[in-house]
Nanobody, 127 residues
Framework: QVQLVESGGGLVQPGGSLRLSCATS????????IGWFRQAPGKEREGVSC????????????YYADSVKGRFNMFGDNAKNTVYLHMNNLTPEDTAVYYC????????????????WGQGTQVTVSS
């Protein structure tokens, strides 16, 4: 049974940092793409970052939305079956529920659709 469980959200001041975790089970992380998404109140869900294949070649396989590029860092720990999203220099515009999602890898690109989703974790950036 595929499961994804996010954790690490919370309240942080502007300019602060948070590290989100996505603990996975029920599948082999090496052969899957993992994506981070977020949804703010009243807005559509948007993609934040993804790893097209969690096989350790993070630099080659990781992509970021322009809005977070240079501030967010996504990486996986296959031994722990966990994928992380380290978020730096947070702004109020980053406030949202953050979700991780999984889909069998299609190679060097990230999937358009994901079949497995976590329950989400709230990130609030406010002074």
């Amino acid at each position: 049974q595929v499961q994804l469980v996010e954790s690490g959200g919370g309240l942080v001041q502007p300019g602060g940092s948070l590290r989100l975790s996505c603990a996975t089970s029920g599948f082999t992380l090496d052969y899957y793409a993992i994506g981070w998404f977020r949804q703010a109140p009243g807005k559509e869900r948007e993609g934040v970052s993804c790893i097209s294949r969690v096989d350790g070649r993070t630099d080659e396989n990781t992509y970021y939305a322009d809005s977070v590029k240079g501030r967010f860092n996504m990486f996986g720990d296959n031994a722990k079956n966990t994928v992380y999203l380290h978020m730096n220099n947070l702004t109020p515009e980053d406030t949202a529920v953050y979700y991780c999602a999984a889909q069998p890898s299609i190679g060097s690109s990230c999937p358009r659709e994901y079949g497995y989703w976590g329950q989400g974790t709230q990130v609030t950036v406010s002074s």
